[in-house]
């Protein structure tokens, strides 16, 4: 994930009321020089899932 995209996530993430999403925004937004490996936005991605199919 590019930077720009990175940042962008992290703020739409931060905004959700859900604990585990804001955990991955934060994660997200570390200024990190390493990537962030790909289990964190696969975890954000089916989280979000969860909670479009169930949180209703």
Do not use: F, K, N, W
């Not at 994930?1 to 997200?28: I, Q, W």
């Not at 990537?35 to 199919?53: F, W």
């Amino acid at each position: 994930m590019d930077p720009a995209g990175r940042e962008e996530t992290a703020e739409l993430l931060a905004e959700v009321d859900d604990t585990v999403l804001r955990a991955v925004s934060a994660v997200l937004r570390r200024a990190h020089p390493a990537p962030v490996h790909s289990d964190v936005q696969q975890a954000a991605i089916l989280r979000c899932d969860l909670l479009r199919r169930y949180a209703r």
